[in-house]
């Protein structure tokens, strides 16, 4: 199939509405049934059961489709925010309805755990790729949670300072690496999954590829270029909206990590 159609043209993203919708928030089966596995995916393993009864307790969850406006540049932060189900983008929503994104997150991970504690606007606006289940913890009574729990704290410290890490690294990929590094950087990130027994691993595509590219800051022909080229090489194959990635160790070789 051809690169262009399997992973989407078009133009900008346009959001209907470029609002917050507001949700009742409700129970989640990933936070009640699973709630022990979706915190420590978030705060690492081996979390105190008081600490994540307490964190259920703080919890806000709200479903949002696909196109929603999950945070704001234009509104103060007030709570910690994740993602527990579900893909979102981080970037740009100006007024006139738009979407430039710049990075991405998969659920269970953090949307942001930083801007509120700085008592201003976030950096970036966050937007919904896919339906997502959003969860808020008020910064207020995750300071007073902490407080009493000493390894809550630590474990945001360490959640922070990957995040930092992980910024730092963009940055530098961006600055240091070729497209093609970029590009291979970006997969390696999302072959999370387990390997199949040819030893394999299957990356979805849940973005267009507009949106990817704008990421790696390379243009969507760049990026049709560069999935002919791995896919020639026999690192990677594209069928539909997704990635095999065949070899591995040359995909790491090729980002340098």
């Known amino acids: 199939m051809d690169t262009q159609t399997t992973l989407g043209g078009g133009g900008a993203r346009n959001l209907r509405p470029l609002r917050l919708r507001r949700v009742v928030p409700g129970a989640d089966p990933a936070l009640a049934a ?9 705060f690492g ?17 709200r479903e949002l489709p696909a196109g929603s406006l999950l945070m704001s540049s234009r509104e103060p932060a007030r709570d910690l925010c994740l993602i527990a189900r579900g893909d979102a ?3 740009s929503a100006p007024a006139d ?14 949307l942001d755990a930083g801007s509120a504690w700085l008592g201003g606007m976030p950096a970036q606006d966050a937007v919904a790729v896919s339906d997502v289940v ?47 590094g970029r590009f291979a950087a970006w997969l390696l ?18 973005e267009r590829k507009r949106d990817i590219a704008s990421q790696l800051a390379i243009t969507p022909e760049t990026l049709s270029r560069l999935l002919r080229q791995l896919s020639r090489k026999g690192l990677i194959s594209v069928a539909g909206y997704s990635v095999k990635v065949l070899d591995l ?7 340098g990590v």
């Open 34 to 42: 699973g709630g022990a596995a979706f915190w420590a995916s978030v």
């Open 45 to 61: 393993p081996s979390l105190a059961s008081d600490i994540v009864a307490e964190l259920q307790e703080l919890a806000q969850v």
């Open 89 to 91: 983008a981080l970037g």
């Open 97 to 110: 309805g738009s979407f430039q994104p710049e990075r991405s997150v998969q659920g269970p991970g953090w």
């Open 134 to 180: 959003l969860v808020t913890l008020p910064r207020a009574d995750v300071q007073a949670l902490m407080q009493r729990c000493p390894e809550l704290a630590r474990r945001l410290v360490l959640t922070l300072a990957r995040q930092v890490q992980s910024l730092t690294l963009a940055t530098h990929d961006l600055m240091h690496k070729d497209a093609e």
């Open 189 to 206: 990130q999302r072959c999370a999954g387990e390997a199949a027994s040819d030893g394999s691993i299957t990356v979805a595509l849940n």
């Open 249 to 255: 160790a040359a995909l790491r070789a090729l980002a």
